[in-house]
């Protein structure tokens, strides 16, 4: 897998990029659901997590193609 996206382009940066930015998205997003939507701070809180879990995801993935790359 980790190949597969070396060849396609893919570098650990990008990923890590992408982890930043999606823990940016879920602060976003629970903000966004809090005040936009009528349905409480559950549902806010509900978004903010689902969103946050990539973030561990696209590190971890960051640091495996990182070793690849070495």
Do not use: C
Not at 12 to 23: D, F, K, P, Q, T
């Amino acid at each position: 897998m980790l190949e597969q996206l070396h060849k396609s382009g893919l570098r650990a940066e990008h990923l890590y990029l992408a982890g930043i930015v999606s823990v940016g998205a879920a602060f976003a997003s629970w903000l966004g659901s809090k005040r936009l939507e009528h349905a409480g701070i559950e549902r806010a809180d509900r978004w903010g997590i689902f969103i946050g879990e990539w973030a561990p995801t696209f590190f971890a993935m960051g640091n495996a193609l990182r070793g690849y790359e070495k």
